[in-house]
């Protein structure tokens, strides 16, 4: 698909005033895309919609909610009569050790990254099908391809989406429904500080975070380029599979990733200090 093309194509961006989702929202509003824009924060909705270029959609929606989702899709047909794109971008983590963490902790984990997202996408098959095609796109994690220590749910739940994603690539090729996973590395946002302050696993910190407007690039690659995953920065995408094409490496390195990345993670503790 060529730029050009993206103009007045109709996205639904969940989580869009997370740290990622709002570098989706100001890229995807400089290629001309209507958007219909929606998170559980109202508020911070309405703040972004005013750095824009158009006349936005802002749609509270909790995604764990199968009745606000309904109601999303509603809202943004009766406005523009159709969806080309879906990008899901919600997401929470609650570091810590999985024998240490409450059901509760557990649940909220499952249910708004994998349940949610498996919300907004199922209720959105039926209308990408009956306009012949659409294209859905998912943020992931690198924590989605290799196991992340003290993320064991938020691991899970990433693992899980992927694949989930390659069946549908699988099973809606035949209604032009294509399908993108998008796998970023540590991301320089609200939620690594959050990690970062909170016992996050060591492996979030062992590489410089990308900036989350990377991460946007790598969501409109996707969607041009057909990409079933795009991973961000590519190599360590790349050197995260071969990992996992070898399960003893993972035993062996791990300890000293963990070793160099709590280091890194001191590092990055202190920079923030500096910077108050």
Same mark, same amino acid.
């Given at each position: 698909m060529k730029r050009d093309h993206l103009k007045n194509k109709v996205a639904v961006i969940t989580g869009a005033s997370g740290g990622i989702g709002r570098e989706i929202v100001k890229l995807f509003d400089k290629k001309g895309i209507n958007l219909a824009l929606a998170d559980i924060n109202i508020t911070s909705l309405k703040e972004l919609s005013k750095k824009l270029s158009q006349d936005i959609l802002s749609i509270e929606c909790d995604i764990t909610d199968l009745e606000q989702v309904q109601q999303l899709y509603r809202k943004t047909l009766e406005r523009y009569e159709k969806i080309d794109y879906l990008i899901n971008t919600v997401g929470i983590i609650v570091p810590g050790l999985f024998e240490n963490l409450s059901y509760e902790e557990i649940e909220r984990q499952i249910n708004v990254n994998l349940?949610?997202?498996? &919300?907004?996408?199922?209720? =959105?098959?039926? =209308? /990408?099908?009956?306009?012949?095609?659409?294209?859905?796109?998912? =943020?992931?994690?690198?924590?989605?391809?290799?196991? @992340?220590?003290?993320?064991?749910?938020?691991?899970?739940?990433?693992?899980?989406?992927?694949?989930?994603?390659?069946?549908? &690539?699988?099973?809606?090729?035949?209604?032009?429904?294509?399908?993108?996973?998008?796998?970023?590395?540590?991301?320089?946002?609200? /939620?690594?500080?959050?990690?970062?302050?909170?016992?996050?696993s060591p492996?979030?910190?062992?590489?410089?975070? +990308?900036?989350?407007?990377? +991460?946007?690039?790598?969501?409109?690659?996707?969607?041009?380029? @057909?990409? +079933?995953?795009?991973?961000?920065?590519?190599?360590?995408? =790349?050197?995260?599979?071969?990992? /996992?094409? /070898?399960?003893?490496?993972?035993?062996?390195?791990?300890?000293?990733?963990?070793?160099?990345?709590?280091?890194?993670? @001191?590092?990055?503790?202190?920079?923030?200090?500096?910077?108050?």
């Open positions: 349940l949610g997202t498996i &919300h907004c996408t199922k209720e =959105i098959i039926p =209308i /990408m099908k009956e306009a012949g095609g659409g294209h859905i796109v998912t =943020i992931s994690s690198l924590a989605g391809i290799v196991p @992340e220590t003290y993320s064991s749910i938020y691991t899970a739940t990433k693992f899980a989406l992927r694949g989930l994603d390659w069946t549908l &690539h699988l099973e809606l090729k035949q209604y032009n429904i294509k399908i993108s996973t998008i796998f970023p590395d540590s991301v320089d946002t609200p /939620m690594l500080e959050f990690e970062a302050k909170h016992g996050g492996l979030t910190f062992l590489h410089d975070p +990308v900036p989350p407007e990377e +991460v946007a690039e790598g969501v409109l690659k996707a969607i041009l380029k @057909e990409k +079933v995953e795009v991973c961000v920065p590519q190599a360590e995408g =790349i050197l995260s599979k071969l990992i /996992m094409c /070898m399960p003893s490496q993972v035993k062996r390195l791990w300890p000293k990733y963990e070793e160099k990345g709590e280091k890194k993670r @001191e590092e990055y503790l202190k920079d923030l200090e500096l910077k108050g």
